[in-house]
């Protein structure tokens, strides 16, 4: 027994991460498609041991895929989903467009997972933004514990979050660098190399950038609407792996005691003493890590009940593929039955 499944855009950094998952993880799969733009058919990518030829989403007929795996970008997306969805399959989809529609759930398997349940109202689950994604798993166990009032979040977040051209930009960009060469920009508004940029998606009427927008809507549609959210967004030159320092206050006492020991019973989690021999943890230290993880948690003293934490997660897994594929995991578990 197994399900059909079709990862839609799987020559991108997220479709590759969703193939490699779901080989690892050991879905139960009858038959993987890889589906991707016209330019894209005949080029193969793995599967295991296998490689798959990248047929023409454009052109294909949904009928008798049971799953999708959508991260082909929100405008292809917003054409394609609607229509597989239509077709019969559920479509779990990584753009930023079906996020905020009421009747999508937004996932993420160690927060709400009961939300999967009102996948049926448009055969859609939305996965979240890679920011958020780490930083409401690190929330919600001091949510349960003690009821969070409000958040700051400042984010640090890798090239690899705006794609292959966010990679490559930075390493060219760092390779010019080096040889005296003029620093071309495209991908990013300013030059990445060696830099920070304070601008994460386009600026909004309120002076938000949209992915500021995204942490706080998101947040509250997962965790709970009542959370007040103040997200600052930063591009900076890593590779891969977004890393928060995220400040919580909270309506209940709670000590850092409390939190870790919250964390270290939590699923997707690990926590790190500053006492260990790894003190905290870095981006480049977890990349290819399915975990969210966690560090230098300290007293909060200018507010009543607050605390301070260090969040890190690889955006390419956790942050995307592997939530996509977890999602799928509950849907088959609880609400799907595959095919003899």
């Given at each position: ?8 855009g799987a020559t ?92 999508v759930p937004l ?234």
């Amino acid at each position: 027994m197994g399900y059909k499944i079709a990862v839609v855009g799987a020559t991108g950094n997220v479709g590759h991460e969703m193939l490699t998952i779901v080989h690892d993880r050991q879905f139960p799969v009858s038959d993987v498609i890889a589906l991707a733009s016209e330019r894209s058919v005949g080029r193969e990518v793995s599967f295991g041991d296998d490689n798959l030829k990248v047929q023409d989403l454009a052109k294909f007929d949904f009928k008798g895929v049971d799953i999708v795996l959508s991260s082909p970008g929100a405008k292809v997306s917003a054409e394609f989903s609607p229509k597989a969805a239509a077709a019969g399959a559920v479509v779990i989809d990584n753009t930023s467009h079906f996020r905020m529609d009421p009747d999508v759930p937004l996932v993420v398997p160690e927060v709400n997972p009961q939300d999967i349940s009102w996948h049926t109202k448009k055969n859609i689950i939305a996965n979240p933004n890679c920011s958020t994604i780490q930083m409401v798993v690190a929330l919600k166990p001091l949510h349960d514990l003690a009821t969070i009032k409000r958040v700051v979040v400042s984010t640090y977040q890798s090239v690899s979050g705006a794609g292959k051209s966010g990679m490559d930009e930075l390493f060219n960009q760092s390779r010019k660098f080096f040889m005296n060469d003029d620093v071309e920009k495209e991908t990013f508004s300013k030059q990445i190399a060696f830099n920070i940029i304070p601008q994460i998606d386009k600026f909004m009427d309120d002076d938000r950038t949209k992915e500021e927008w995204k942490m706080t809507v998101e947040t509250q549609k997962i965790l709970d609407p009542m959370i007040k959210v103040c997200a600052n967004c930063v591009r900076v030159p890593v590779f891969i792996g977004h890393s928060e320092m995220v400040n919580v206050e909270f309506e209940k006492p709670i000590s850092p005691k409390d939190a870790m020991k919250a964390w270290k019973h939590a699923p997707g989690v690990t926590v790190i003493d500053l006492d260990s021999d790894m003190g905290f943890v870095t981006p480049a230290e977890i990349a290819g890590e399915d975990d969210v993880y966690i560090s230098r948690v300290r007293r909060d003293d200018t507010v009543e009940h607050g605390l301070n934490f260090w969040c890190v997660s690889d955006n390419l897994r956790k942050g995307a593929a592997l939530n996509a594929v977890q999602i799928a995991e509950v849907l088959v578990k609880d609400y799907m039955k595959a095919a003899a």
